[in-house]
């Protein structure tokens, strides 16, 4: 199993652009959820999905994050526009069932200058 | 106030030495808990699960108390190599059994 797969793995955008990060979950797994990593907030859910419908958006910080699942194999999160204040790692996570461990992607290293 | 708390660190440690590390959560409807590790600029990986009768593997011990809200994680006879941020995390309420993190716990093993 190739395990949780995201891209890419670093993203060095200017301030205002669009930013699309993208994230294959194991096979088989119907939780995905996207986390962001920062020295000062720790890890942070952001959303989660449960067979590609989302369940909990509540740590969406506002309106210029969005995410989609449109199915089981492939999730995205966007950014627009993207600000300094947005550069973190972003990291995506799937589970097979409710309670069960998450396997986490590698991550997105993002910086927006 | 974040549901899970952990104590951030670092924890110094020279090898063989025995290390704790305790987490506090405020959800008592949590359901599960697990302890990852995660090194320097990686994903977090699973360490162990942790369940209400405690739970070894190898040099790892994980505790949990209900009544008092606190899982634990000992370290015996620590190894260079443990040296990582632990992280503890608990699933949150609701139906959703979304993974919640502690912030971390930094562990550096020295010769």
């Known amino acids: 199993d190739a395990g949780v797969i995201q891209s890419p793995r670093h993203e060095v955008t200017e301030m205002g652009q669009e930013v699309t990060l993208r994230c294959k979950p194991i096979?088989?797994?119907?939780?995905l959820f996207w986390y962001r990593q920062t020295m000062m907030r720790g890890l942070e859910l952001l959303i989660y999905f449960n067979n590609n419908v989302p369940i909990d958006d509540s740590g969406m910080p506002e309106d210029r994050f969005s995410a989609k699942m449109p199915n089981a194999s492939f999730s995205t999160l966007k950014i627009q526009p993207s600000e300094p204040r947005d550069s973190a790692v972003y990291f995506c996570a799937s589970s097979s069932h409710r309670g069960t461990e998450a396997f986490f992607g590698q991550g997105t290293r993002l910086t927006v200058v | 106030r974040k549901e899970v708390e952990q104590d951030p660190g670092p924890f110094n440690v020279p090898e063989g030495a025995t290390v704790a590390f305790n987490c506090t959560y405020s959800?008592?409807?949590?359901?599960?808990f697990f302890w990852y590790r995660q090194d320097c600029r990686k994903e977090p990986k699973l360490l162990m699960s942790v369940y209400s009768s405690g739970n070894e593997d190898g040099r790892f011990t994980a505790q949990l108390n209900r009544a008092s809200q606190y899982i634990s994680l000992l370290i015996r006879d620590s190894k260079l190599s443990d040296s990582a941020t632990y992280l503890c995390?608990?699933?949150?309420?609701?139906?959703?059994?979304?993974?919640?993190f502690g912030r971390g716990t930094s562990l550096i093993v020295h010769p």
């Open positions: 995390v608990g699933t949150s309420s609701g139906g959703s059994y979304i993974p919640t």
């Open positions: 096979s088989g797994h119907n939780s």
């Open positions: 959800n008592s409807a949590s359901q599960s």
